[in-house]
């Protein structure tokens, strides 16, 4: 994967700083305590998410997901989700 395929931003449009989230490449794994993001993995398939809440994911196939109340996701097939209250799912 081309490590500039994704992007991370706060809600508000502006970039989220690199030392606030953890990318694991080879494990394919996102990890991050910051709340209100929005995590573009576009097309990018078998990533592992594990955030707060109020946060917007666009990924791929088969993701997974641990996340808080009030997320949006836009996702590819067969993604597992491990959710708070009040999330949004649109496939």
Known sequence: MEKTKYSVKYKNGNDVDKSLYKID???K???SKEKNLVI???GL???TFDTLGNCKFVTGNYCKFVT???CKF???YYCEFK???NC????
């Open 45 to 47: 398939d078998g990533w």
């Open 88 to 91: 949004s799912f649109v496939f």
């Open 68 to 70: 808080g109340n009030y």
């Open 25 to 27: 490449f080879e494990k």
């Open 83 to 85: 959710t708070g209250n």
């Open 29 to 31: 794994t996102f990890y």
């Open 74 to 76: 836009v996702t590819g």
């Open 40 to 42: 573009d993995f576009s």
